[in-house]
T-cell receptor, first 113, second 110 residues
């Protein structure tokens, strides 16, 4: 089983819909992150969380919100999806203290029509 | 802020050696990471440098010069399965997240 699990793996939806992407981990890591990846732009940080009570905005947080329901769960929401949010979304985790690498989930491919 | 540059594409021959360069300009530095990403898949961790010098791990090595803002990833004895995108990422002095370059797409040919 994957250590970092993202659901759904693929989603097609319409403009204006509310969407939630979920991430769960069995690595016991304190830190969790959400990135989006677009062709030619690389990975960009949306939100990150150091523990259940800590939520921080990343480089491109506008239009997104997150919830850290438990140490193992970190969800990303698009309240009213728009076409330029079409992208590949990755969740990642790392140990507390941040010294080690980040470990990525398999990604969610989101298409907004 | 961070500015991380790496070549967009490279091509190399099976069995050969290839070097992928990464230059960075950062507000503080707290480590440099290399990731491999096959198309449509998750990035997977390859190497980490925080001090100057060479880190070797099997066929893969990574070098860092902090004074020059420069790193490279060296892949030896190339195999077809090494065709992938290679991502350079820098962690700044805040220590909380990685800033990624746009990636280098490597094609290994027979």
């Amino acid at each position: 089983d994957a250590d970092v699990t993202q659901t759904p793996r693929n989603r097609i939806t319409k403009t204006g819909k509310r969407i939630m992407l979920e991430c769960s981990q069995t690595k016991g890591h304190d830190r969790m992150y959400w990135y989006r990846q677009d062709p030619g732009l690389g990975l960009r940080l949306i939100y990150y969380s150091f523990d259940v009570k800590d939520i921080n905005k990343g480089e491109i947080s506008d239009g997104y919100s997150v919830s850290r329901q438990a140490q193992a769960k970190f969800s990303l929401s698009l309240e009213s999806a728009i076409p330029n949010q079409t992208a590949l979304y990755f969740c990642a985790t790392s140990e507390g203290g941040g010294a080690g690498p980040q470990h990525f989930g398999d990604g969610t491919r989101l298409s907004i029509l | 802020g961070q500015n991380i540059d790496q070549p967009t594409e490279m091509t190399a021959t099976e069995g050969a050696i290839v070097q992928i360069n990464c230059t960075y300009q950062t507000s503080g530095f707290n480590g440099l990471f290399w990731y491999q990403q096959h198309a449509g898949e998750a990035p997977t961790f390859l190497s980490y440098n925080v001090l100057d010098g060479l880190e070797e791990k099997g066929r893969f090595s990574s070098f860092l010069s902090r004074s020059k803002g420069y790193s490279y990833l060296l892949l030896k004895e190339l195999q077809m399965k090494d065709s992938a995108s290679y991502l350079c990422a820098v962690r700044d002095s805040s220590g909380y997240a990685l800033n990624f370059g746009k990636g280098t797409s490597l094609l290994v040919t027979p």
